[in-house]
């Protein structure tokens, strides 16, 4: 280990031999781990991580073509660390058998756990190649114990053969560890607003005027306003307020568009092609925000120097709850709120991105709309094309959540099969009959999207798995019984992902 102190006075551990001239430009940005692990052999290491995963986490995989990403994988020998984050994870867990395995854990615990933000970052060490060690059964085993629920273990153990006498003793060894803890590193104070940039908000709605008029009123107040508020509104005619949004009452510009189309994600793009601010907010109808809201999205996207982010969504108990319900949710979450990192999650309900990586992507994937899944997808792209997307605990929110309007309205409708079922946009062509498919084919379309075959598969399986054996003892043959159609609902999900995928992304 050595010692590289920055102009800030921030001490730096490092492993190997880094260009160390680039190491003050790194610590000035988002990372506070850095490595070449996925050009040294560590692309793709450790895969049976999808035995506790599945396809639910987005940093499952490495993303290649990008010079810097998000990657946990860390050799062992070759990264960069801030001596804070290597103080509070312990260093390497001596418990482990192989250094590989050290330094993955490392940066799994940063990642995942620490909500710190490891990043590899293309030719920063001179090696080209790194040993890597074969990760052991008993290691294996050993990082379930120490990150994960016993289920998951065992579920482990029955994939990779519970008939083998290796996988039953190292599963046994590992039961001697305990689970280890780690600490949340620390959220950065944010830095003073830098320049005027101009900000759009983006509001899709739907048979919710009176919640979007509230939202309007809180945009209005806000520490550092919006330039501009897009309303794309697809209340229908019978039942809409055609005067009910009032430019002379807000101080920016409130670009109203009566929808003809359906769906979020036509509303959202929609709303995109007539902004014009250096950020988007996306926002639902149906939130409250706080007087900084605005300005602390922004704040944070400067401090942190990244490209998108995620903010805190705290549901209200009921509709009618206010701000100042959402001060006394805060107090009773105290430090628990104070948790930044790499988001693994992306909400149209509250989340802030640069123009430019807004139309890099063009907007969201019609084939989500009627469904559910949109708002992930977009945020899963963001990451696959390169930015780095980060939570936000600043710019905070109260989802209302009230019982009925909205896009969700089309959600609804999957619950009912013959005639009174209103046809939704991913049935295309082939409405639905008696046979409702499960799980949501939008959801399923996002996982065929994103994720391998074999990763797809293993979502399927455990996705059985746990409807077999997840409930109670007394429920097992029930379940079974009902297994039959429960895949019959399975493949009918295939079959409309496989028409969407056919089709391919959409926008308009």
Same mark, same amino acid.
């Given at each position: 280990?050595?010692?590289?102190?920055?102009?800030?006075?921030?001490?730096?551990?490092?492993?190997?031999?880094?260009?160390?001239?680039?190491?003050?430009?790194?610590?000035?940005?988002?990372?506070?781990?850095?490595?070449?692990?996925?050009?040294?052999?560590?692309?793709?290491?450790?895969?049976?991580?999808?035995?506790?995963?599945?396809?639910?986490?987005?940093?499952?995989?490495?993303?290649?073509?990008?010079?810097?990403?998000?990657?946990?994988?860390?050799?062992?020998?070759?990264?960069?660390?801030?001596?804070?984050?290597?103080?509070?994870?312990?260093?390497?867990?001596?418990?482990?058998?192989?250094?590989?395995?050290?330094?993955?854990?490392?940066?799994?615990?940063?990642?995942?756990?620490?909500?710190?933000?490891?990043?590899?970052?293309?030719?920063?060490?001179?090696?080209?190649?790194?040993?890597?060690?074969?990760?052991?059964?008993?290691?294996?085993?050993?990082?379930?114990?120490?990150?994960?629920?016993?289920?998951?273990?065992?579920?482990?153990?029955?994939?990779?053969?519970?008939?083998?006498?290796?996988?039953?003793?190292?599963?046994?060894?590992?039961?001697?560890?305990?689970?280890?803890?780690?600490?949340?590193?620390?959220?950065?104070?944010?830095?003073?607003?830098?320049?005027?940039?101009?900000?759009?908000?983006?509001?899709?709605?739907?048979?919710?005027?009176?919640?979007?008029?509230?939202?309007?009123?809180?945009?209005?107040?806000?520490? *550092? $306003?919006?330039?501009? !508020? &897009?309303?794309?509104?697809? =209340?229908?005619?019978?039942? #809409?307020?055609? @005067?009910?949004?009032? %430019?002379?009452? *807000? $101080?920016?510009?409130? !670009? &109203?568009?009566?929808?003809? =189309?359906?769906?979020?994600? #036509?509303?959202? @793009?929609?709303?995109? %092609?007539?902004?014009?601010?250096?950020?988007? !907010?996306?926002?639902?109808?149906?939130?409250?925000?706080?007087?900084?809201?605005?300005?602390?999205?922004?704040?944070?996207?400067?401090?942190?120097?990244?490209?998108?982010?995620?903010?805190?969504?705290?549901?209200?108990?009921?509709?009618?709850?206010?701000?100042?319900?959402?001060?006394?949710?805060?107090?009773?979450?105290?430090?628990?709120?104070?948790?930044?990192?790499?988001?693994?999650?992306?909400?149209?309900?509250?989340?802030?991105?640069?123009?430019?990586?807004?139309?890099?992507?063009?907007?969201?994937?019609?084939?989500?709309?009627?469904?559910?899944?949109?708002?992930?997808?977009?945020?899963?792209?963001?990451?696959?094309?390169?930015?780095?997307?980060?939570?936000?605990?600043?710019?905070?929110?109260?989802?209302?959540?009230?019982?009925?309007?909205?896009?969700?309205?089309?959600?609804?409708?999957?619950?009912?099969?013959?005639?009174?079922?209103?046809?939704?946009?991913?049935?295309?062509?082939?409405?639905?009959?008696?046979?409702?498919?499960?799980?949501?084919?939008?959801?399923?379309?996002?996982?065929?999207?994103?994720?391998?075959?074999?990763?797809?598969?293993?979502?399927?399986?455990?996705?059985?798995?746990?409807?077999?054996?997840?409930?109670?003892?007394?429920?097992?043959?029930?379940?079974?019984?009902?297994?039959?159609?429960?895949?019959?609902?399975?493949?009918?999900?295939?079959?409309?992902?496989?028409?969407?995928?056919?089709?391919?992304?959409?926008?308009?």
């Amino acid at each position: 280990m050595k010692t590289y102190t920055t102009s800030k006075g921030e001490i730096l551990y490092y492993f190997g031999e880094p260009d160390v001239t680039v190491l003050e430009d790194l610590t000035n940005g988002v990372g506070d781990l850095w490595h070449s692990g996925l050009e040294m052999g560590y692309a793709g290491l450790f895969p049976e991580l999808i035995y506790q995963t599945a396809t639910f986490w987005w940093y499952l995989n490495d993303f290649f073509n990008n010079k810097k990403t998000i990657s946990w994988r860390v050799p062992s020998n070759a990264f960069v660390i801030k001596k804070s984050l290597w103080d509070l994870l312990g260093g390497f867990d001596s418990d482990y058998q192989t250094n590989t395995m050290k330094g993955v854990d490392l940066g799994y615990r940063a990642l995942r756990e620490s909500h710190a933000v490891p990043l590899y970052i293309k030719g920063l060490f001179k090696e080209e190649n790194s040993l890597v060690e074969k990760i052991s059964n008993l290691d294996r085993y050993l990082f379930f114990k120490k990150h994960f629920k016993k289920e998951h273990s065992l579920y482990m153990l029955f994939c990779k053969g519970f008939w083998k006498f290796s996988e039953w003793d190292a599963y046994r060894k590992a039961g001697k560890y305990n689970r280890i803890t780690t600490n949340t590193f620390g959220v950065r104070a944010l830095n003073p607003l830098e320049g005027r940039p101009t900000v759009s908000y983006i509001i899709p709605t739907m048979l919710r005027q009176d919640f979007t008029c509230q939202l309007l009123n809180t945009l209005a107040k806000q520490t *550092y $306003p919006p330039s501009q !508020v &897009v309303i794309v509104d697809a =209340t229908p005619e019978d039942k #809409r307020t055609e @005067n009910v949004y009032n %430019q002379e009452k *807000y $101080p920016f510009e409130l !670009v &109203v568009e009566w929808q003809q =189309t359906k769906g979020s994600c #036509r509303a959202r @793009n929609e709303a995109i %092609q007539l902004c014009n601010g250096d950020y988007f !907010v996306f926002g639902d109808d149906d939130i409250l925000i706080p007087q900084d809201f605005i300005e602390n999205h922004i704040r944070f996207l400067q401090t942190y120097k990244v490209e998108a982010c995620n903010g805190l969504d705290i549901r209200a108990d009921h509709p009618q709850q206010t701000l100042k319900d959402l001060e006394s949710k805060l107090k009773i979450l105290g430090k628990d709120r104070w948790k930044a990192g790499a988001t693994a999650s992306f909400s149209n309900a509250n989340s802030c991105v640069k123009k430019e990586w807004v139309e890099k992507l063009i907007g969201n994937d019609i084939n989500f709309d009627g469904g559910y899944g949109e708002d992930s997808d977009f945020g899963f792209r963001l990451i696959k094309e390169g930015a780095i997307v980060m939570h936000n605990p600043f710019a905070v929110n109260l989802h209302l959540k009230p019982a009925t309007g909205g896009y969700r309205w089309w959600g609804a409708q999957a619950k009912i099969t013959g005639k009174k079922r209103k046809k939704q946009p991913w049935e295309l062509d082939v409405p639905v009959g008696w046979i409702r498919p499960v799980p949501s084919p939008t959801v399923l379309y996002g996982i065929y999207k994103h994720f391998p075959l074999n990763q797809v598969m293993e979502y399927r399986n455990k996705y059985f798995f746990l409807y077999l054996f997840k409930g109670s003892k007394l429920g097992f043959i029930t379940r079974l019984m009902k297994l039959p159609h429960r895949l019959w609902q399975f493949k009918k999900a295939q079959f409309y992902v496989e028409k969407l995928i056919n089709l391919g992304p959409r926008y308009n």
